[in-house]
T-cell receptor, first 112, second 109 residues
Framework: DGGITQSPKYLFRKEGQNVTLSCEQN?????MYWYRQDPGQGLRLIYY???????QKGDIAEGYSVSREKKESFPLTVTSAQKNPTAFYLC???????????FGQGTRLTVV | GQQLNQSPQSMFIQEGEDVSMNCTSS?????WLWYKQEPGEGPVLLIA?????ELTSNGRLTAQFGITRKDSFLNISASIPSDVGIYFC?????????FGAGTILRVKS
């Protein structure tokens, strides 16, 4: 089945550690996105990528990094510089401008 | 950056009632999308709007793309208990997709 897969669903991290969240899509979409969602809040854009080997910062990129080496993959690294990383992280993709975007199931990251 | 104002923030309605929520922005968008999110899950696309003035239905859901391209609304008719969740609007300009803060819908049966 075509879709977007995020893994893991739950992730625990010790303070000071980097951690990488996986996002894979087999929809052949050019654009991919990472959003952060805090309890009771909307979705805030962290990074997005329009094409392989290219990505742009969103509204809250500090403390995060991404790569886009393959069309189907857009991993997000939460670095130790992110002071409040506990949140629900959502990955999305769409074919390009002026099109529908679809989401993965999310990864809940907790700092312990 | 671009901001979306979504209202109301929450609604607690009686089963069978109609629901209306809307999003406004100071920026123009060329696509409006409406999503529903259930606890612990990713948002699911409900309706996509691509042209100013477009009115689109999906079952009991109806959404419109405002003429000014700066607003959109979503109506749900005859609400049922499974309509509960958080509804988000999203505006797209180029490849950038921005979201409203969401409307929490609760339904009393």
């Amino acid at each position: 089945d075509g879709g977007i897969t995020q893994s893991p669903k739950y992730l625990f991290r010790k303070e000071g550690q980097n951690v990488t969240l996986s996002c894979e899509q087999n929809l052949n979409h050019d654009a991919m996105y990472w959003y952060r969602q805090d309890p009771g809040q909307g979705l805030r854009l962290i990074y997005y990528s329009q094409i392989v080997n290219d990505f742009q910062k969103g509204d809250i990129a500090e403390g995060y990094s991404v790569s886009r080496e393959k069309k189907e993959s857009f991993p997000l690294t939460v670095t130790s510089a992110q002071k409040n990383p506990t949140a629900f992280y959502l990955c999305a993709s769409n074919p390009g401008p002026h099109s529908e975007a679809f989401f993965g199931q999310g990864t809940r990251l907790t700092v312990v | 950056g671009q901001q979306l104002n979504q209202s109301p923030q929450s609604m607690f309605i009686q089963e069978g009632e109609d629901v209306s929520m809307n999003c406004t922005s100071s920026s123009i968008f060329n696509t409006w999308l409406w999503y529903k999110q259930e606890p612990g899950e990713g948002p699911v696309l409900l309706i996509a709007l691509y042209k100013a003035g477009e009115l689109t239905s999906n079952g009991r859901l109806t959404a419109q793309f405002g003429i000014t391209r700066k607003d959109s609304f979503l109506n749900i008719s005859a609400s049922i208990p499974s309509d509960v969740g958080i509804y988000f609007c999203a505006g797209q300009w180029g490849n950038k997709l921005v979201f409203g803060a969401g409307t929490i819908l609760r339904v009393k049966s």
